[in-house]
């Protein structure tokens, strides 16, 4: 069963750091590509970030461009998200997805696979 873990969540002061990290299966995640969503209260969950399988192209929200940067180490199946200059408006759960192929998507129909969340936090 395909399984993703976030970690990293937590509470930081506008203008903070976090780096949030997805765990994922071995024998799956160095075949798709990867993103990161978020949902704040009473929201949708909207894209925040999209990697390919082997990391070579990447998408981001316009809102979090400059300040977030996603990544990944196929070696420990990890997804990475680099979150700096945090704002309030930041503030949410975070979700790291799997797509349904290879290539870099923004469309939440594409990733088929979720964690289960990690809360951020932002103090203005």
């Known amino acids: 069963q395909v399984q993703l873990e976030e970690s990293g969540g937590g509470l930081v002061q506008a203008g903070g750091s976090l780096r949030l990290s997805c765990t994922g299966s071995?024998?799956?995640?160095?075949?798709?590509?990867m993103g990161w969503f978020r949902q704040a209260p009473g929201k949708e969950r909207d894209f925040v970030a999209a990697i390919s399988v082997v990391g070579g192209d990447t998408y981001y929200a316009d809102s979090v461009k400059g300040r977030f940067t996603i990544s990944r180490d196929n070696r420990k199946s990890t997804l990475y998200l680099q979150m700096n200059s945090l704002q309030h408006e930041d503030t949410a759960v975070y979700y790291c997805?799997?797509?349904?192929?290879?290539?870099?998507?923004?469309?939440?129909?594409?990733?088929?696979?979720w964690g289960q969340g990690t809360q951020v936090s932002v103090s203005s």
């Open positions: 071995r024998r799956s995640f160095g075949t798709y590509a």
């Open positions: 997805a799997r797509n349904r192929g290879p290539a870099a998507t923004m469309t939440k129909e594409d990733f088929i696979v």
